[in-house]
Each structure stands twice: as structure tokens, then as C-alpha cells.
């Protein structure tokens, strides 16, 4: 990569965060520890999405050993772990808003002030934010319609609009975490200067 480009998507040696700060074992905001409530947060999200990956891995196993040693796979397998994969994926969205952990790419914004960039993270957060609301409104919109011809999955008849009012409520808290987290450090950044 070039010196003007870097992609935060490296793993920092134990005991350090990306930015090369000590880690307290906590997830950061930008560099700051989430308040208690985001903690509690984080673990109910991460709690959450571990039991539904266990889900995923014990269906997994559960059907490979049925179909390839008795011959008999697991009705429906495949259809269960779609819907916990996309579970998971956007239950994940708020704690990585959260956590401020998404991945990004500096093409030139490292170079700016540091007196700007509370400003800049603010702004591409409130993008951010924008861009998810309309995803949210749009995987809303769909769900409407499954719901509205009764879609379900082809072996196990689950109603899938659920899951798609699921995915649109955790990605309307994303854009709204997305907002927060980085105004909330803006907020700190000039409570600092007094």
C-alpha cells in the first residue's frame, strides 16, 4: 500500500488497539470505552450471535453426519442456517456501531488536523447513518411484500418476513449508533477543551 492509503483491517498486538493505545480488554468508540449501558449491549449482541452461530455449526454437523454417514440429511438444514446467517449479519451491525469498528479506508484523511477529525468522523458518521436508514426503509419495504403474499421458506414453510423486519429494526439502530457514536466524541472533544 502506498503511504497515503492504509485499510483498518489488521489484527494489533495483544494488549494494543489499532491505534497503537493500550486496551483495557473493553471495546473501544473511537478510542474511548463504551458507557456501561453499551457494554451490557455488546454483550447481549455478542451472546446472542454466539448462540446462533452455535446453531449454525451444530446444524451444519448435524446434517453432514446425516446425509454422508446414514444417508438421511437434515430436513430443512440449509434453509435454518440461511436464516441464522443473515441473522447474525445484521445483528452484528449494531455492535459495530457501537464499538465504531467498521471497516474504513484513510485515502487522505489521516493527513488532516487532529483538531479535525472528531469532525470528519462525526460527518461520515451522520453518512453513514443516512445510508443505513435507507437500507433499513428499503429491506422494510420488502418485507412488507413477503408478508403480503405470505413468503416462507420451501421445506420448513417459516415465514420469512420476520426476518426481514428483524434485519430492518437492527439497521435502523446501527444508523442510529452510526450517528451517536462519533457526535458523542465530537460532544467529549470540545467538553476537553474547556
Given at each position: 500500500?502506498?503511504?497515503?492509503?492504509?485499510?483498518?483491517?489488521?489484527?494489533?498486538?495483544?494488549?494494543?488497539?489499532?491505534?497503537?493505545?493500550?486496551?483495557?480488554?473493553?471495546?473501544?468508540?473511537?478510542?474511548?470505552?463504551?458507557?456501561r449501558t453499551g457494554q451490557v449491549l455488546n454483550r447481549v449482541i455478542a451472546a446472542c450471535g454466539g448462540v446462533?452461530?452455535?446453531?449454525?455449526?451444530?446444524?451444519?454437523?448435524?446434517?453432514?453426519?446425516?446425509?454422508?454417514?446414514?444417508?438421511?440429511?437434515?430436513?430443512?438444514?440449509?434453509?435454518?442456517?440461511?436464516?441464522?446467517?443473515?441473522?447474525?449479519?445484521?445483528?452484528?451491525?449494531?455492535?459495530?456501531?457501537l464499538n465504531n469498528e467498521h471497516v474504513t479506508v484513510d485515502l487522505v484523511t489521516d493527513r488532516l488536523a487532529?483538531?479535525?477529525?472528531?469532525?470528519?468522523?462525526?460527518?461520515?458518521?451522520?453518512?453513514?447513518?443516512?445510508?443505513?436508514?435507507?437500507?433499513?426503509?428499503?429491506?422494510?419495504?420488502?418485507?412488507?411484500?413477503?408478508?403480503?403474499?405470505?413468503?416462507?421458506?420451501?421445506?420448513?414453510?417459516?415465514?420469512?418476513?420476520?426476518?426481514?423486519?428483524?434485519?430492518?429494526?437492527?439497521?435502523?439502530?446501527?444508523?442510529?449508533?452510526?450517528?451517536?457514536?462519533?457526535?458523542?466524541?465530537?460532544?467529549?472533544?470540545?467538553?476537553?477543551?474547556?
Amino acid at each position: 500500500m502506498s503511504p497515503l492509503t492504509s485499510a483498518h483491517v489488521t489484527t494489533p498486538p495483544a494488549g494494543t488497539s489499532l491505534s497503537g493505545e493500550q486496551s483495557t480488554g473493553e471495546p473501544s468508540a473511537g478510542g474511548q470505552s463504551p458507557s456501561r449501558t453499551g457494554q451490557v449491549l455488546n454483550r447481549v449482541i455478542a451472546a446472542c450471535g454466539g448462540v446462533m452461530l452455535m446453531a449454525m455449526m451444530a446444524l451444519t454437523v448435524v446434517d453432514v453426519i446425516g446425509r454422508y454417514i446414514f444417508s438421511a440429511p437434515l430436513t430443512g438444514a440449509g434453509e435454518l442456517t440461511e436464516l441464522l446467517l443473515a441473522a447474525t449479519i445484521f445483528l452484528g451491525l449494531p455492535a459495530v456501531s457501537l464499538n465504531n469498528e467498521h471497516v474504513t479506508v484513510d485515502l487522505v484523511t489521516d493527513r488532516l488536523a487532529q483538531r479535525l477529525q472528531p469532525w470528519r468522523k462525526a460527518a461520515i458518521g451522520l453518512v453513514s447513518a443516512l445510508v443505513l436508514v435507507v437500507v433499513a426503509w428499503r429491506i422494510w419495504v420488502y418485507a412488507d411484500q413477503i408478508a403480503a403474499y405470505g413468503g416462507s421458506t420451501s421445506s420448513l414453510r417459516i415465514p420469512i418476513a420476520p426476518l426481514g423486519y428483524f434485519c430492518a429494526i437492527c439497521t435502523v439502530v446501527g444508523a442510529a449508533l452510526s450517528a451517536a457514536v462519533p457526535l458523542i466524541t465530537l460532544f467529549k472533544s470540545f467538553k476537553g477543551k474547556r
